[in-house]
């Protein structure tokens, strides 16, 4: 492994009106990640640029951000993965309107959030516990490992070639957040029409590509989202279902959730 | 001059007013000034108990430092072990803390703590489960029984995210970006100051907001960012422990800080980072470079009683934990750190300063690769090292801050009226030293005391306090004034001899004259901070927000440096080389930090710790 070296490095600096790449090159040693780098430019030579960071360990998912054009996070794409004589290019996420630098206004997912009916169980058990198995859990405890980077977000092109999309569609992050709670083995509540309606996870066409940038490995279309458009679809072509709604009526298709 | 701007209604992402220099102004009952567990858990409790509640808060909502533990949160549930009750807990907690913790809220925190925990299943939560169905419990260092509530090692993101998703289903204002920079008072003229609300910039677009509210709670975490080794992210600058002192409160336990025993050391830009504890818990143990597994040698008389004298004892003890004692891996954090300090310094660490950490000779690849997954992650991206084939290297990090705003045990109210803390930034529920585990119950049991309080003292108010324009006005000057300097040294570097100087001088082995040494560099660092400039404009500069932090570090390294010389014994997160064991005459006493008169640094007096009834007393008898 190579040692300290002088890294070339592009970085974006601007604002929402205007900005360019600037070229730095800093000098970066053995074992660093892109963050490193970044906050060696900052502490020597660009003390205003603007980075959003916050545990340098791929758990808070603050640091996204656009690296050679690829949706990643600074603090977890080594430098060792790169040619030492290769200039890197960091962006912004491009799917989010940029604040300054590398920083986006990604209020846009925080919206989202609110738009998605909570979680809601039926009461505890006599004993004041609740029980549930380890594998029932486990298919939610996969998509809680989800650390809102908002990569998947950034990398969906149904927002990120179309902005006009997005009132429409809560993305990626979010059928994994109506998938979870549909495989919670006690809520109780039916998201099926909200997901269509308000999600917009119709829009989506299965492509993958959020699945690809995801830092924490989760399958989110093939375990997330391809079974709860099943869900949906379901919902939506079984008259039985429909009847049932209409008259108030619980039936298997319901799993004894209530509608929202 | 008020104008409102339009505010992003999630995210405050937007311009505040309009006017020049016009500042927003926002009113609440109760503004919770930080976003981890315990002000997220404050919030919702305000809320709950009617008040119009605001969270504010430095990154944006679900990245707090919340969001980094691992482990677990301790709760005395009995889900595996019947046995296990808060009697137990409060027994650990008190004995891990060397009896200097305050006893109440040691009470409160082991009796309220299953509740806690399983409040947060009933909001979403999916921890691991035991064969039956229930929460499943984890071993960690100083507990008697298996006892902390978890999901593989990402416990912290779990709660975060689950009051994350509460507070947005009640709909609770949270301002994301928007760091507090002085907390403002009313002032009456016999000198009776209470809290009138917060003063903050938007990092976004670096405006001003103020914030008019009878109630704040300090929710701000740590400190740990003021050494150069940490677990701890930027965001750790002790503003709440700096915010508190200016609006006079008081500080005690600040002597102690955790050390944690097991930090990455290799590669450099990752030297600190925390490796959980639960590495130890599922069987991990501690080598030598002569391969010795050496816990063995360090086993201090306090705790003898209770740990395994041989290897044949500890390893059974993972399976029978009623006729084995534990293993001395997993002493409380204080002693483990010690012991790898001193094989380190005997010559007999690994390669990169550090002693070996192993799991993969003991457990199947499998095993550790469900039970650490973030674990095994961490080391395979950022070290090359896959956990489950070689041992890790690891060695000491500063990781917790034991000491903090001085609260009553029932409200979190400090001795400022208005003035609530809870979580990290406030003291005495972990006296010397905190067991693994009891933080994350801490920030529920003592988040949702002090929201309540909160909320119950802002409704009984007969009328508000005021702010005065006068204060604005000093907190923006203060806020503004490294702009004001040119061409003088830039924060970064100043915080850099911070960190070195923290580190060499008031680390996991002190001395006095050590000690002294950084009293007065952190007197120069001070003078350089008070010159410091800033490059740029407002908007989104991270230099200018370090130099604004950075005063709050400096405050507090003076309050830790300070109260470490004053105690001249060697107690949990407190090891003095001059001074080597406990003393009784200080097993007594906490030492307690005031602003000085001219606010230019702290002021010290020693003060009796509140004594316990008699009814608690006998858990200790022996
Ligand atoms: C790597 C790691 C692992 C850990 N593992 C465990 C574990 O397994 N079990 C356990 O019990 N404990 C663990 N801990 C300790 C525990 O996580 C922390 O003590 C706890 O999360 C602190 O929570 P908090 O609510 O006090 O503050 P934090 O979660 O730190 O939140 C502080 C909040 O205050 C805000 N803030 C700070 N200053 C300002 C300001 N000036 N203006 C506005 N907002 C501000 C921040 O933005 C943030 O939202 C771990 C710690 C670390 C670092
Ligand atoms: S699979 Fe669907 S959600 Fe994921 S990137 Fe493709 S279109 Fe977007
Ligand atoms: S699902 Fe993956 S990529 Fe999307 S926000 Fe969560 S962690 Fe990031
Ligand atoms: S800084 Fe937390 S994920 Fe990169």
């Given at each position: 492994m190579s040692t300290g070296y002088q890294l070339k490095m592009r970085v974006w600096r601007g604002d929402a009106d205007s900005g360019a790449l600037g070229d730095y090159a800093v000098e970066v040693s053995e074992g660093e990640v892109v963050l490193d780098a970044l906050h060696r430019l900052q502490a020597t030579q660009a003390g205003d640029l603007a980075i959003r960071w916050n545990c340098k360990a791929g758990k808070c998912g603050s640091c996204s951000a656009e690296i050679n054009g690829k949706p990643r996070l600074l603090c977890m794409t080594r430098l060792s993965d790169f040619d030492p004589a290769e200039t890197i290019t960091v962006t912004p996420m491009r799917a989010f309107p940029v604040i300054r630098d590398l920083v986006t206004d990604v209020s846009y997912n925080y919206e989202k959030a609110r738009e998605l009916p909570g979680v809601e169980l039926g009461p505890r058990d006599a004993d004041g516990k609740r029980r549930m198995m380890q594998v029932d859990v486990e298919r939610g405890q996969e998509f809680r490992k989800c650390i809102e980077c908002f990569l998947c977000q950034d990398t969906c092109h149904v927002v990120r070639d179309h902005d006009d999309n997005k009132p429409a569609f809560a993305g990626p992050r979010f059928f994994l957040r109506y998938a979870e709670l549909d495989m919670h083995p006690l809520d109780i509540r039916d998201r099926r029409d909200t997901a269509r309606d308000a999600a917009g996870i119709g829009l989506c066409n299965i492509t993958k590509c959020c699945t690809e940038v995801c830092p924490e490995g989760i399958k989110i279309t093939d375990n997330a989202i391809i079974p709860m458009k099943e869900r949906v679809a379901d919902r939506k072509h079984d008259p039985l279902v429909w009847l049932g709604n209409k008259i108030g009526l619980r039936n298997k298709d319901n799993d004894g959730r209530t509608a929202t | 001059m008020s104008t409102m701007g339009s505010r992003h209604p999630m995210t405050g992402n937007e311009m505040s007013g309009e006017a020049p220099g016009g500042i927003e102004r926002r009113q609440y009952d109760v503004v919770v000034i930080g976003a981890g567990g315990s002000g997220l858990r404050a919030a919702i409790a305000a809320h709950e108990a009617g008040a119009n509640v605001a969270v504010v808060c430095k990154s944006l909502l679900g990245k707090a430092h919340t969001v980094m533990a691992e482990g677990g949160a301790a709760a005395a549930m009995g889900n595996l072990y019947p046995e296990d009750n808060w009697q137990v807990h409060f027994r650990d907690t008190m004995r891990g803390g060397k009896m200097l913790n305050n006893w109440r809220m040691a009470q409160l925190h082991a009796q309220e703590a299953p509740e806690r925990v399983m409040e947060l299943e009933d909001w979403g939560a999916l921890f691991d489960r035991t064969a039956d169905g229930l929460i499943s419990q984890r071993d960690f260092g100083g507990h008697r029984y298996a006892r902390l509530a978890h999901i593989g090692d990402r416990t912290g993101l779990e709660m975060i995210r689950t009051l994350q998703q509460r507070l947005v289903a009640l709909g609770i204002d949270v301002f994301m970006e928007c760091t507090v920079t002085d907390l403002l008072l009313s002032r009456s003229e016999a000198g009776d100051n209470a809290i009138a609300g917060a003063f903050a910039y938007w990092r976004e677009s670096g405006r001003f907001i103020v914030f008019d509210a009878p109630s704040v709670v300090l929710a701000t975490g740590g400190f740990g960012k003021a050494w150069k080794v940490t677990s701890n992210s930027w965001e750790y600058t002790g503003d709440g422990h700096a915010l508190a002192l200016r609006a006079g409160a008081t500080l005690i336990n600040m002597e102690f800080v955790q050390f944690h025993p097991t930090g990455m050391v290799w590669p450099p830009s990752v030297k600190g980072l925390l490796v959980t504890e639960s590495v130890r818990g599922d069987g991990g143990i501690l080598k030598n470079s002569e391969g010795k597994r050496f816990m063995f040698d360090h086993i201090p008389e306090y705790f003898r009683k209770e740990t395994a004298e041989s290897i044949e004892e500890a390893d059974r003890w993972y399976d029978d934990k009623k006729n084995n004692r534990r293993p001395p891996e997993l002493?409380?954090?204080?002693?483990?750190?010690?012991?790898?300090?001193?094989?380190?310094?005997?010559?007999?660490?690994?390669?990169?300063?550090?002693?070996?950490?192993?799991?993969?000779?003991?457990?199947?690849?499998?095993?550790?690769?469900?039970?650490?997954?973030?674990?095994?992650?961490?080391?395979?991206?950022?070290?090359?090292?896959?956990?489950?084939?070689?041992?890790?290297?690891?060695?000491?990090?500063?990781?917790?801050?034991?000491?903090?705003?001085?609260?009553?045990?029932?409200?979190?109210?400090?001795?400022?009226?208005?003035?609530?803390?809870?979580?990290?930034?406030?003291?005495?529920?972990?006296?010397?030293?905190?067991?693994?585990?009891?933080?994350?119950?801490?920030?529920?049991?003592?988040?949702?005391?002090?929201?309540?309080?909160?909320?119950?003292?802002?409704?009984?108010?007969?009328?508000?306090?005021?702010?005065?324009?006068?204060?604005?006005?000093?907190?923006?000057?203060?806020?503004?004034?490294?702009?004001?300097?040119?061409?003088?040294?830039?924060?970064?570097?100043?915080?850099?001899?911070?960190?070195?100087?923290?580190?060499?001088?008031?680390?996991?082995?002190?001395?006095?004259?050590?000690?002294?040494r950084a009293l007065e560099e952190v007197d120069r660092l001070k003078e350089r901070a008070a010159r410091m400039s800033v490059e740029g404009n407002r908007q989104y500069n991270p230099g200018w927000h370090l130099a604004i932090d950075l005063r709050n570090m400096l405050l507090v390294g003076e309050c830790v440096a300070k109260a470490a010389l004053a105690r001249e014994e060697s107690r949990g997160g407190h090891t003095r080389n001059d001074h080597p064991g406990p003393n009784p005459e200080w097993g007594s006493k906490n030492l307690v930090l005031r602003l000085n008169a001219e606010g230019t640094g702290v002021d010290m007096t020693e003060q009796a710790i509140p004594a316990m009834p008699d009814e608690l007393k006998k858990f200790f008898e022996e």
């Open positions: - | 002493l409380p954090r204080d002693e483990v750190a010690r012991a790898i300090n001193a094989e380190i310094k005997a010559g007999r660490g690994s390669p990169h300063g550090g002693v070996f950490l192993d799991i993969a000779s003991r457990r199947t690849p499998e095993f550790i690769r469900k039970r650490l997954p973030s674990m095994y992650h961490q080391f395979k991206e950022l070290a090359d090292v896959d956990i489950t084939a070689e041992p890790m290297e690891i060695g000491p990090t500063c990781h917790y801050a034991m000491g903090g705003i001085e609260v009553d045990p029932e409200t979190e109210l400090s001795v400022v009226p208005g003035l609530y803390a809870v979580g990290e930034c406030s003291g005495g529920m972990h006296g010397s030293n905190r067991l693994g585990g009891n933080s994350l119950s801490d920030l529920i049991v003592f988040g949702r005391r002090a929201g309540d309080a909160a909320a119950s003292y802002a409704a009984g108010l007969a009328s508000r306090p005021q702010i005065s324009d006068d204060d604005v006005a000093a907190a923006q000057a203060s806020a503004l004034a490294p702009f004001e300097v040119e061409g003088a040294e830039n924060p970064y570097t100043i915080q850099q001899d911070l960190q070195q100087a923290m580190n060499d001088l008031v680390g996991i082995i002190r001395e006095g004259a050590e000690l002294e």
